[in-house]
């Protein structure tokens, strides 16, 4: 099953509360409410292990259970808007797909 794993930074003149509350009430909710998703997680960073600060200030972790079914579905008009509220929080987002080894 593959994994969309999303690092990014807010953009410097977001507001932090305005994300995260848009995150819980939209966001959240849409992507989970897609077909081709098992889950949808978004994760603020708070600190690295051992010490220093984190490269980025939060990850997106999407389950997908049908990559063909997801490249359908966010291409709608409801994912779309998500899309573009989404790159007016987000300083230059790093989509990496990924899969499970084990």
């Not at 077909?35 to 603020?44: I, K, N, P, T």
Request: contains cysteine; aromatic residues 10%; hydrophobic residues 40%.
């Amino acid at each position: 099953m593959p994994h969309i794993v999303v690092l990014f930074n807010l953009a410097s003149d977001a507001d932090v509360a305005a994300y995260e509350q848009w995150a819980r009430t939209t966001d959240l909710p849409t992507v989970n409410g897609l077909a081709s998703v098992d889950e949808f997680s978004v994760l603020r960073t708070e600190s690295m292990f051992g010490g220093g600060t984190p490269p980025y200030q939060y990850v997106e972790i999407i389950r997908v259970n049908d990559m063909e079914r997801f490249g359908e579905e966010v291409a709608t008009e409801t994912m779309k808007k998500v899309a573009s509220q989404f790159r007016e929080f987000a300083d230059n987002p790093h989509f990496l797909v990924c899969s499970p080894i084990g």
